[in-house]
């Protein structure tokens, strides 16, 4: 029996990805201010079993080790997010210097091993100073998140070669603002475009931050800013002109309303008249839709799996349901859909052709370690065999894909979920923090060595 085997194209970049809250730890250490995560987490009822990220993966302290366990993998790139409050503990302009000195001292570490830099500006933790002046509703907010964003140009520019301004401003807007699911856990629906808007028009205040850094992209390299978007295919779950149009809302809030706006300038008119009759809109002032769409170096794609959406009249805002995803499933409870990565990508194309990455796909299990002390996630090495095929048929296909980051490096804090929910190449025992590589880790070792899939 031969074996076929899908090669990537050399140069193609081979990395993980993390989230600061998510496993730095030391939330308070070193000047570092509260963030809107912090104040979430130690508010009782928040977090599934009253769990924070006070310590999580402690990778403020063991960074060093994190990184040589890259090394160990081979990791090619490193995706990682910054605490803006480690930065700038109150969300002004006072340095706390202690705190640039750590993400220096990480860049440092993974510049040695030649493993690249992919830094996101903004992972969901706000200073909680500037939630008290109204967050991401107050549109001042962007003012200051691209002050942020110039001061780490000027003095982490030259080490960090790929910058993300946001992940997943859908999430920060909808769960965060909208639900309440998330920090900062604010209900009030009503306020989730103009924040949307805002997130959005700090990106583009960013990207004119780098490009007046002098930062430019190099052609067909690994450089430049863009932003991470979750994009996640939408399907009806059945050929009802009602479902078809649930699904087509769902789709409109999750992923067209930033995609248009980034790419074509606007706001799609069918949700700008769907949530007129039961939102806020937001104020857009003149010159904002140029500032949001100018154009990026690269778009990154956050994927895991699709949403298959009904009609149901009960819900006022989208008039859909969640369909139950049909088995198998992850820990999270979404489908195991391989198509899914393959779809997003083309979503994406079908706006113009720009460089893409891959910024986070992978599975959620419920990793145990053996008694031999290995930990054996075969399920997870289907999943990244499956999902990393048809990345392939996609660039097969002319998209310009041009890296992939597992999510996650390290089992970590899953945010609201808290610890029980694990994602990572590498397991994280949190009572010790002994950290073991997976038998997925070994998997992707030798996946990146070939730079192929068989």
């Not at 509703?137 to 910058?163: C, K, Q, S």
């Not at 248009?260 to 937001?282: G, I, K, N, S, T």
């Amino acid at each position: 029996m031969t074996t076929s085997r899908h090669h990537f194209p050399p140069g193609f970049l081979w990395g993980a990805a993390t989230a600061a809250y998510q496993i730095e730890g030391a939330w308070n250490a070193d000047g570092k201010g509260e963030s809107i995560w912090d104040h979430f987490s130690h508010t009782p009822g928040r977090i599934r079993r009253g769990e924070t990220g006070d310590v999580a993966c402690d990778h403020y302290h063991r960074y060093a080790e994190d990184v040589d366990l890259m090394a160990e993998i081979g990791l090619q790139s490193y995706r990682f997010s910054i605490a803006w409050p480690r930065i700038f503990p109150h969300g002004d302009t006072a340095l706390n210097q202690k705190g640039l000195d750590f993400y220096r001292r990480l860049v440092a570490a993974l510049r040695e091993r030649g493993i690249v830099p992919m830094a996101t500006l903004y992972h969901w933790d706000l200073p909680q100073k500037l939630q008290e002046r109204g967050g991401w509703v107050n549109r001042d907010t962007a003012m200051r998140f691209a002050e942020y964003a110039a001061f780490l140009f000027e003095h982490l520019g030259a080490e960090i070669p790929l910058w993300a301004t946001h992940n997943e401003p859908f999430i920060s807007a909808y769960f965060g603002y909208g639900n309440g699911e998330k920090a900062p856990g604010v209900r009030r629906f009503w306020d989730v475009l103009t924040v949307g808007h805002h997130l959005l028009l700090s990106h583009g205040l960013a990207v004119q931050a780098y490009r007046a850094s002098g930062r430019r992209a190099e052609a067909g390299g690994h450089s430049g800013i863009g932003i991470v978007l979750m994009i996640w295919p939408h399907h009806p779950a059945s050929a009802s002109p009602r479902d078809v149009q649930a699904n087509r809302l769902v789709d409109g809030a999750m992923n067209r309303m930033f995609l248009e706006a980034l790419f074509c300038r606007r706001y799609p008119d069918d949700m700008w008249q769907h949530f007129r009759r039961r939102l806020m809109l937001p104020r857009v002032a003149p010159g904002d839709m140029e500032l949001i769409g100018q154009p990026m170096d690269f778009l990154g794609i956050n994927t895991y799996t699709r949403v298959v959406n009904a009609a149901n009249w009960r819900d006022l805002l989208a008039g859909a349901q969640q369909v139950t995803p049909q088995e198998p499933t992850t820990a999270m409870g979404w489908e195991i859909y391989p198509p899914s990565i393959y779809e997003s990508v083309m979503k994406v194309r079908s706006y113009g052709d720009i460089p893409l990455y891959i910024t986070e796909n992978g599975i959620a299990l419920h990793d145990e370690k053996g008694n031999d002390g290995r930990v054996a996630d075969g399920a997870r090495i289907a999943y990244m065999q499956s999902h990393l095929a048809e990345l392939h048929r996609a660039m097969a296909e002319g998209a310009d894909v041009r890296g992939y980051y597992v999510w996650s490096l390290l089992d970590n804090f899953e945010w609201e979920l808290g610890y029980d929910k694990r994602f990572g190449l590498i397991h994280v025992d949190f009572a010790t923090q002994k950290r073991t590589l997976k038998d997925s880790a070994y998997w992707y070792r030798d996946l990146i060595a070939t730079n192929s899939l068989s």
